[in-house]
């Protein structure tokens, strides 16, 4: 009898530290809250060794940046407006790589869409607008607070 007496409220405490009951909600956290946008030649080629300027807006987020590829080097962006968080450089397989948000974001403050300009030596070259098409997820339970928005990003395709 003294057994069964302790064990009940032992195995009652273990049912909640375990998180199985309805309605339960975890405190797990967001990750990965960041995306790219990536600037590359057709056939996901290098890019002409070449200077590239692009005009970017991601939301409320707007700037240029210029990127010598030939020297594998990309300016400070400028006129940079809004609160995004963004790193711009040259990859190893020449591409210029726009990443936006940062790992430790909900994505909640990421962009909808994007729109972007890019000028090779003063010339039009492509132009690209668009939606980021993301995925939702509920990481602290289906009926929980906290909502994660991931995407993959977008490649934009530059002419020769």
Not at 6 to 31: I, R, W, Y
Not at 127 to 141: D, I, M, V
Request: proline fraction near 6%.
């Amino acid at each position: 009898m003294r057994l069964r007496n302790l064990l009940l409220p032992v195995s009652a405490l273990l049912g909640m530290l375990s998180g199985c009951g309805a309605g339960d909600c975890t405190l797990v956290g967001c990750a990965g809250g960041k995306t790219s946008l990536v600037v590359l030649g057709p056939n996901w080629s290098a890019l002409e060794p070449a200077v590239h300027t692009l005009d970017v807006q991601l939301g409320d987020t707007s700037f240029t940046v210029t990127c010598d590829i030939a020297g594998l080097n990309c300016d400070t962006p400028e006129d940079l407006t809004g609160d995004l968080e963004i790193r711009v450089f040259i990859s190893g397989e020449g591409q210029i790589t726009v990443d936006i948000g940062s790992d430790f974001d909900s994505g909640d403050n990421l962009p909808d869409g994007y729109a972007v300009t890019v000028t090779r030596d003063g010339s039009v070259v492509t132009q690209e607008a668009a939606a980021f098409e993301f995925e939702e997820s509920r990481p602290n339970g289906p009926d929980c607070p906290g909502v994660c928005r991931t995407t993959d990003g977008a490649f934009v395709f530059v002419e020769p």
